[in-house]
Every structure is written in structure tokens, then in C-alpha cells.
């Protein structure tokens, strides 16, 4: 199994994440399947089912795919737990498309997707308790007027490519679209971690505020008892793929704290509670038409 060239002018077509293959498809409506104890590894896309009902993917590996796994058409009272997963950078580590009650948990998602999870008019839906890392903004987008979802207990990390072949590539977004971008109503946001670390000299628009949680839309979002911390960092590049992350993982040493926007809500959302996730200045909200309580503050 081998990624083609594709067009795009990549010296080696290895890292197109290109090559027309799917591991499973399901084409029409299904109930009750189950995808268990597998192993997925360069397929263009892994696993893409349409119209599932009570669909089970469980303690699965997979990675290095286009796109891992995608829930199109709609479906309903499905989960994805305990699984090892990492897209390319051009598709979904998790894509689910007009669903309600899906639960998603217990996952490990790593780079280089350029979503870890992205939510497509999905509604009633949990993502709790997952270690998300991304090397781009855009780690979880619930687009489409997404609502009463439920993101908790997640440890979101987002910090820069360190292997050589992948530098300088990356999922075309800046950093004021939002590590989490929400558009949809009554969504609870309770109780994440974030952890922001990256050089300035790589934030793009240059000189911008990179921004966490990002609300673009829709009214009665509740945010609340979440934990930020941003650091500038220098990353060191490596030839070696693992030895590059796993030092890049590891790297925890005092560095300079990282100017950020916590949360920033748009004017077109409204009638949203932000509690306990940033301090006055790193959040950017209305507060005559938006309920705000800062997170205490040293010497305040």
C-alpha cells in the first residue's frame, strides 16, 4: 500500500495521503454494525458509512489516512471510543455529518489531521474525556448550527509540526479561527484542558492574538471551568519523525507565557454564559448581551 502523486507538487507522493483506497464502506442504511480490534494504514479513507443507527467503533487503530473515519448522510445512537487515531493533514481525524446522539470517547488523536474532530450539523452529542493534539487551529469545528452538545473533560494540545517533510504544511487556517470553533446553539463547553504552545514568529496573521474557544453563532452556549495555559516555545525539527515528537512532547521547561484570547464570541452569537475561563483581558465578549465571570487572578 503506497500514497500517489497527486498533483499537488509534493516532492514525495509517500506524504500525499492520496491513493483512491477505502478500508470499509457502507453505502446505505445500517444498524447495529460493529468495527472492532482493527488496524487501518494508508487508505485515502479508512472507514466512511452512510446513515448509521447504533453503530459501534471500538479499540481500533487508525492512522496514517487521508481520512480516518467519516459518518455521512446522518445517523443516530452511535459511538467511537478507545481508539488510536491520526489523519493526514488535508482530511478528518473524526467527521460526522447531520447526527444526533454520538458519543465520542476515551480516543487518542494525534496529528495531522486537519480536524481531530469536526461535527457537521450534529446535535445531542458528547466528546468527552479524549487527548486531542493538532499541529493547526481547527482541532474541533461544530459547524452548521451544532446544538446541545455536550465537550468536557478533554485535554486539547495544539503545538507545531517538528518532522522535517511536514514543515511549513498545514490546514490553510490562522489562529484567530479557534483551537475549539463553535456555530450552533446550548452547546456546554465544561471543564477542558487546553494547552497552546507555539512560536509567535509562526502565528499567522503576523502579530495576531491566537484564540481558544471561538463562538460564531447561535444563542445559550455555556462555557464554563476551563484551564488554558500558553507558552511560547522554539521547536526543534528532526529528520526522525518519533524522536522529534516524543522530544516535542516532552519539552515542558519554563518558557515565556504566550499572550492569548481565551474566548472570543462574536457579535452575532448572544445570550451565552462564560464562567471561569479566562481572565478579563483574554475574553472577548459583549458583556451587556453575554454573562461573563473571570477567573480570579494573582493580586486582583
Known amino acids: 500500500m503506497h500514497f500517489i502523486e497527486d498533483g499537488s507538487g509534493e516532492t514525495n507522493p509517500e506524504n500525499t495521503y492520496t491513493n483512491g483506497k477505502t478500508g470499509i464502506y457502507v453505502a446505505s442504511a445500517c444498524d447495529s454494525f460493529r468495527i472492532t480490534g482493527m488496524g487501518f494504514v494508508y487508505l485515502e479513507h479508512g472507514t466512511t458509512i452512510y446513515h448509521a443507527d447504533a453503530l459501534t467503533i471500538h479499540d481500533n487503530f487508525i492512522a496514517e489516512c487521508g481520512n480516518c473515519i467519516e459518518l455521512r448522510?446522518?445517523?443516530?445512537?452511535?459511538?467511537?471510543?478507545?481508539?488510536?487515531?491520526?489523519?493526514?493533514?488535508?482530511?478528518?481525524?473524526?467527521?460526522?455529518?447531520?447526527?444526533?446522539?454520538?458519543?465520542?470517547?476515551?480516543?487518542?488523536?494525534?496529528?495531522?489531521?486537519?480536524?481531530?474532530?469536526?461535527?457537521?450539523?450534529?446535535?445531542?452529542?458528547?466528546?468527552?474525556?479524549?487527548?486531542?493534539?493538532?499541529?493547526?487551529?481547527?482541532?474541533?469545528?461544530?459547524?452548521?448550527?451544532?446544538?446541545?452538545?455536550?465537550v468536557s473533560s478533554n485535554h486539547f494540545l495544539r503545538d507545531h509540526e517538528p518532522w522535517t517533510p511536514f514543515v511549513g504544511i498545514d490546514n490553510g487556517l490562522d489562529d484567530l479561527y479557534g483551537l475549539l470553533y463553535i456555530s450552533g446553539n446550548n452547546n456546554s463547553v465544561i471543564a477542558n484542558h487546553f494547552s497552546e504552545v507555539i512560536n509567535t514568529q509562526n502565528i499567522k496573521p503576523v502579530g495576531a492574538t491566537?484564540?481558544?474557544?471561538?463562538?460564531?453563532?447561535?444563542?445559550?452556549?455555556?462555557?464554563?471551568?476551563?484551564?488554558?495555559?500558553?507558552?511560547?516555545?522554539?521547536?526543534?525539527?528532526?529528520?526522525?519523525?518519533?524522536?522529534?515528537?516524543?522530544?516535542?512532547?516532552?519539552?515542558?521547561e519554563a518558557s515565556e507565557p504566550l499572550t492569548i484570547t481565551t474566548v472570543l464570541v462574536k457579535i452575532e452569537s448572544l445570550q451565552n454564559t462564560i464562567l471561569d475561563s479566562g481572565s478579563d483581558a483574554q475574553v472577548v465578549t459583549d458583556k451587556t448581551v453575554n454573562a461573563f465571570r473571570a477567573t480570579p487572578t494573582t493580586g486582583a
Open 73 to 150: 448522510g446522518g445517523g443516530q445512537a452511535s459511538k467511537i471510543t478507545d481508539i488510536l487515531i491520526g489523519a493526514g493533514f488535508k482530511g478528518y481525524s473524526i467527521y460526522a455529518q447531520n447526527f444526533g446522539g454520538l458519543l465520542i470517547t476515551a480516543n487518542n488523536v494525534f496529528p495531522r489531521g486537519a480536524s481531530s474532530i469536526y461535527f457537521d450539523g450534529v446535535t445531542r452529542s458528547s466528546i468527552t474525556n479524549n487527548r486531542l493534539h493538532s499541529f493547526y487551529p481547527g482541532m474541533v469545528v461544530c459547524r452548521e448550527n451544532c446544538s446541545e452538545n455536550l
Open 210 to 252: 491566537p484564540v481558544i474557544i471561538r463562538i460564531v453563532s447561535g444563542n445559550g452556549n455555556y462555557i464554563s471551568n476551563n484551564h488554558v495555559v500558553a507558552t511560547e516555545v522554539h521547536a526543534k525539527i528532526s529528520d526522525s519523525c518519533f524522536s522529534a515528537q516524543v522530544d516535542a512532547l516532552l519539552t515542558t
